[in-house]
């Protein structure tokens, strides 16, 4: 990458807080460590839904206390029965708006290119339905079975191709045809829904709490609609299991010409034996890639977050801007894949490369199953000493609202909370192991070349706001010496939202190798792929946690680290407005 190159600049900063302190034993080893696998044992402390018709539960609801003063809730959209999925939570939020709403189709606009600034030349807009109905499980006599993309079989493919080659036949202006299910993320991501009674101002479902319940109902109804169309009930979409070394490449039932899965709008560069890079590096040696991914993982997975919204993203309610800010998936792998996929000798790196001809590629559904199965595993099979509450309760996430046309081409309202559990919707993954969740970096020791760097650094007042065209490093003042609970807060990033964007985040990197993410400086990354806002901007924050971070290094005398800033990306189109260290709000459960 051109970026790894650039001349640096260095430069200081100060906060003050104060924290706690916290440790934990550190070792990792490439693939040594035990395997683990999803499993379909009983889950605990899971999601038990209770609904009630009582006309004091809805009056309950109808009026919420909050500190603006008693809301009425009418206008709400409930999906079946009153606030439905909420029940043996504890209530973390108090709701203070109402939540996004399903859009109004009879308003879809023309969606845009974000690269050109021109209107598409495609309608992106579904057709309209004659009436809506509120989503209710259907029954289902067996469990659905996402299988591994790599690890199919013959009869599957052929079942799986003949489901796409149907969808493409079918009339244009059927809402389940090929095309009307690809502008479904069009319309979503790419400007042609507003937010229904907020004027102009548009909907979005990336960078916020919305983005995995969306996608988990998008390939809901897609692969209802597959199944119908070949007469299997029973059929699940592939997942493309990228964090894995043997699914990190592209599946090879994607990459046959005559499949009707395949897509030629892809990297060429890219198709195997090609490895994943979800680091974005470019580093060209296959075992050092493999490494960085499986760095990235444990670190969007386990290390770095800090509380819910850390992983899910952060609030978006009617009114709300867009873009209030991904979690540590969403920016991270999921957009590392897009990128590496997309071809980028068209226009506007499509297919996968841009959001509003995504869903084109076959291969998009693929790499979602997987980012789905990546919630999933968050939810109920990682470790869960290291937050306080992974779920989030605030009314204005659970009753957020899409419209869906189902295998039947009705259309379909469903909000978040009937999709918080896979498995009461039907389906399940294929058991894989998962060699990323003890991928903790080695602990770091050297510490000479990072204090002759910041011997020399510079004043951050000198710096911020920092527009980030090269790596920049920045001496930041701890809230306390030594080991503590700590979170990095990257505040006011301005982005061009036309643009893929990338930089990743080092803290006392001791080797200045950046091409190199497998160590205990690699902190995390923020990242976006292209999609549309009304002035091609927009400002958002991350935090990533520090605590096992510093258990991994030597920090014992320290009251302030060195913080390196990785561009990714070539060019401008980002400023960073400052950064700081806090005190973690929400410190990890000691039990």
């Given at each position: 990458m051109a970026s790894l190159h650039i001349p640096c600049t260095t430069a200081t900063a100060t906060t003050t807080t104060t924290t706690a302190t916290a440790t934990r034993p550190s070792s990792r080893h490439l693939f040594a460590k035990p395997s683990r696998f999803i499993t379909h044992a009983k889950r605990n402390n899971r999601l038990q839904i209770s609904c009630s018709d009582s006309q004091k539960e809805k009056d309950s609801f109808r009026h919420a206390d909050t500190p603006q003063g008693n809301v009425d809730r009418r206008n709400v959209l409930l999906g079946f029965g009153g606030l439905c999925g909420a029940a043996n939570l504890i209530s973390t939020h108090t709701a203070s708006a109402n939540p996004v709403q399903a859009p109004q189709i009879d308003k879809c606009g023309v969606a845009t290119n974000l690269n050109t600034g021109k209107q598409l030349d495609i309608n992106c807009c579904p057709p309209m339905g004659k009436n809506i109905i509120d989503f209710k499980p259907p029954p289902f006599v067996q469990m659905r079975t996402r299988p591994s993309a790599h690890r199919v079989s013959a009869e599957y493919m052929f079942k799986y191709n003949t489901a796409i080659d149907r969808m493409k036949r079918l009339p244009k202006d059927d809402p389940r045809s090929f095309m009307q299910q690809a502008n479904i993320h069009c319309a979503y991501c790419n400007g042609a829904y507003d937010q229904p009674g907020q004027g102009t101002l548009d909907l979005q479902v990336h960078n916020s709490w919305l983005f995995f319940p969306f996608h988990r109902w998008y390939l809901y109804f897609y692969e209802r609609i597959l199944g119908k169309l070949i007469g299997d009930p029973t059929f699940a979409l592939p997942f493309w299991n990228w964090d894995n070394p043997k699914g990190m490449t592209i599946p090879p039932m994607f990459v046959d010409p005559k499949a009707a899965i395949y897509d030629a709008k892809r990297n060429p560069a890219n198709m195997p034996p090609a490895v994943v890079d979800l680091g974005l590096?470019?580093?060209?040696?296959?075992?050092?890639?493999?490494?960085?991914?499986?760095?990235?993982?444990?670190?969007?997975?386990?290390?770095?977050?800090?509380?819910?919204?850390?992983?899910?993203?952060?609030?978006?309610?009617?009114?709300?801007?867009?873009?209030?800010?991904?979690?540590?998936?969403?920016?991270?792998?999921?957009?590392?894949?897009?990128?590496?996929?997309?071809?980028?000798?068209?226009?506007?790196?499509?297919?996968?490369?841009?959001?509003?001809?995504?869903?084109?590629?076959?291969?998009?559904?693929?790499?979602?199953?997987?980012?789905?199965?990546?919630?999933?595993?968050?939810?109920?099979?990682?470790?869960?000493?290291?937050?306080?509450?992974?779920?989030?309760?605030?009314?204005?996430?659970?009753?957020?609202?899409?419209?869906?046309?189902?295998?039947?081409?009705?259309?379909?309202?469903?909000?978040?909370?009937?999709?918080?559990?896979?498995?009461?919707?039907?389906?399940?993954?294929?058991?894989?192991?998962?060699?990323?969740?003890?991928?903790?970096?080695?602990?770091?020791?050297?510490?000479?070349?990072v204090m002759r760097t910041v011997s020399t650094a510079q004043k951050a007042d000198a710096v911020f706001p920092l527009k980030l065209e090269g790596i920049a490093r920045v001496l930041i003042q701890k809230t306390k010496k030594g080991k503590a609970d700590e979170l990095l807060v990257i505040e006011d990033i301005t982005v061009d939202t036309s643009k893929f964007l990338k930089f990743d985040v080092f803290v006392n990197d001791e080797d200045d190798n950046v091409g190199e993410l497998d160590k205990a400086a690699y902190a995390g990354t923020y990242a976006q792929v292209p999609h549309k806002t009304n002035d091609k901007t927009a400002t958002t924050s991350i935090r990533l946690k520090l605590t096992d971070l510093y258990d991994d290094m030597d920090v014992t005398e320290d009251d302030t680290v060195l913080v390196t800033l990785v561009p990714r990306h070539e060019g401008e189109g980002v400023t960073i407005g400052g950064i700081k260290i806090i005190q973690n709000p929400t410190p990890a459960k000691t039990s």
């Amino acid at each position: 990458m051109a970026s790894l190159h650039i001349p640096c600049t260095t430069a200081t900063a100060t906060t003050t807080t104060t924290t706690a302190t916290a440790t934990r034993p550190s070792s990792r080893h490439l693939f040594a460590k035990p395997s683990r696998f999803i499993t379909h044992a009983k889950r605990n402390n899971r999601l038990q839904i209770s609904c009630s018709d009582s006309q004091k539960e809805k009056d309950s609801f109808r009026h919420a206390d909050t500190p603006q003063g008693n809301v009425d809730r009418r206008n709400v959209l409930l999906g079946f029965g009153g606030l439905c999925g909420a029940a043996n939570l504890i209530s973390t939020h108090t709701a203070s708006a109402n939540p996004v709403q399903a859009p109004q189709i009879d308003k879809c606009g023309v969606a845009t290119n974000l690269n050109t600034g021109k209107q598409l030349d495609i309608n992106c807009c579904p057709p309209m339905g004659k009436n809506i109905i509120d989503f209710k499980p259907p029954p289902f006599v067996q469990m659905r079975t996402r299988p591994s993309a790599h690890r199919v079989s013959a009869e599957y493919m052929f079942k799986y191709n003949t489901a796409i080659d149907r969808m493409k036949r079918l009339p244009k202006d059927d809402p389940r045809s090929f095309m009307q299910q690809a502008n479904i993320h069009c319309a979503y991501c790419n400007g042609a829904y507003d937010q229904p009674g907020q004027g102009t101002l548009d909907l979005q479902v990336h960078n916020s709490w919305l983005f995995f319940p969306f996608h988990r109902w998008y390939l809901y109804f897609y692969e209802r609609i597959l199944g119908k169309l070949i007469g299997d009930p029973t059929f699940a979409l592939p997942f493309w299991n990228w964090d894995n070394p043997k699914g990190m490449t592209i599946p090879p039932m994607f990459v046959d010409p005559k499949a009707a899965i395949y897509d030629a709008k892809r990297n060429p560069a890219n198709m195997p034996p090609a490895v994943v890079d979800l680091g974005l590096t470019g580093n060209k040696d296959p075992l050092q890639v493999v490494s960085n991914n499986l760095t990235v993982m444990y670190s969007e997975m386990v290390r770095a977050n800090s509380d819910i919204y850390d992983f899910m993203g952060k609030p978006y309610r009617e009114g709300t801007l867009v873009n209030p800010g991904p979690g540590a998936s969403e920016r991270g792998s999921h957009v590392a894949i897009h990128v590496f996929v997309g071809d980028p000798r068209e226009p506007s790196g499509e297919d996968l490369g841009n959001f509003y001809s995504a869903g084109r590629d076959p291969l998009f559904y693929c790499h979602h199953a997987n980012v789905d199965r990546m919630w999933t595993l968050w939810q109920y099979f990682l470790p869960n000493n290291k937050l306080v509450d992974k779920k989030i309760t605030d009314p204005d996430y659970l009753n957020a609202s899409f419209l869906f046309y189902d295998e039947n081409a009705q259309l379909v309202r469903v909000t978040v909370k009937d999709c918080l559990e896979n498995t009461k919707l039907g389906y399940d993954f294929e058991r894989v192991d998962l060699p990323w969740l003890d991928y903790r970096p080695p602990p770091q020791t050297a510490q000479a070349k990072v204090m002759r760097t910041v011997s020399t650094a510079q004043k951050a007042d000198a710096v911020f706001p920092l527009k980030l065209e090269g790596i920049a490093r920045v001496l930041i003042q701890k809230t306390k010496k030594g080991k503590a609970d700590e979170l990095l807060v990257i505040e006011d990033i301005t982005v061009d939202t036309s643009k893929f964007l990338k930089f990743d985040v080092f803290v006392n990197d001791e080797d200045d190798n950046v091409g190199e993410l497998d160590k205990a400086a690699y902190a995390g990354t923020y990242a976006q792929v292209p999609h549309k806002t009304n002035d091609k901007t927009a400002t958002t924050s991350i935090r990533l946690k520090l605590t096992d971070l510093y258990d991994d290094m030597d920090v014992t005398e320290d009251d302030t680290v060195l913080v390196t800033l990785v561009p990714r990306h070539e060019g401008e189109g980002v400023t960073i407005g400052g950064i700081k260290i806090i005190q973690n709000p929400t410190p990890a459960k000691t039990s």
